[in-house]
């Protein structure tokens, strides 16, 4: 078994403080930024933040279906979902860039072993970066619409 992990960036014309509060309210913004892959998004408990705990289905491919139940911590400018159902980690951190901000959403777990695991590493980060990419891309268009 190996780490496998996939990450994609974002610039969002807006001040970090506006864009990681968006990042972290799972109660209206999420599910308005998530792309088609996710299915089933549901607020288990609170919705803004540290203490949240959400759940959906990520389809990645046509037969890969994966159950997420995401707990939600926030360490300084990163908001992190840790999967109750897998070794699934997610860290969305938020930075300066000039008058606006990144936002790296970086997702990793730990992959199956034998040739299985070769193509899960080689093949899952192209796909998962492209749904990454495609929320980022939602995340930049709501927040710097309002």
């Known amino acids: ?50 203490g949240t705990v959400a759940a959906w289905k990520l389809q990645a491919t046509k037969s890969r279906v994966r159950d997420v139940k995401a707990t939600v911590d926030v ?8 999967d109750a159902n897998s070794s699934m980690l997610t860290n969305w951190t938020v930075a300066p860039a000039g008058t606006g901000s990144t936002v790296t959403v970086k997702t990793s777990w730990q992959g199956a072993g034998g040739i299985g695991g070769f193509f899960e590493k080689t093949f899952a980060p192209l796909g998962l970066r492209k749904i990454q990419a495609e929320v980022l891309e939602n995340l930049k268009k709501h927040v710097e619409s309002r």
């Not at 807006?14 to 892959?37: F, G, M, N, Q």
């Not at 360490?75 to 840790?82: F, L, P």
Request: proline residues 5%.
């Open 75 to 82: 360490a300084g400018h990163t908001v992190i979902e840790k």
């Open 1 to 50: 078994m190996g780490q496998v992990s996939a990450s994609s960036t974002v610039t969002i014309d807006a001040p970090p403080e506006t864009v990681l509060a968006a990042v972290a309210d799972y109660a209206t913004v999420r599910p308005k930024i998530l792309s088609s892959h996710y299915s089933g998004y549901n607020v288990l408990e609170g919705g803004q933040g540290a």
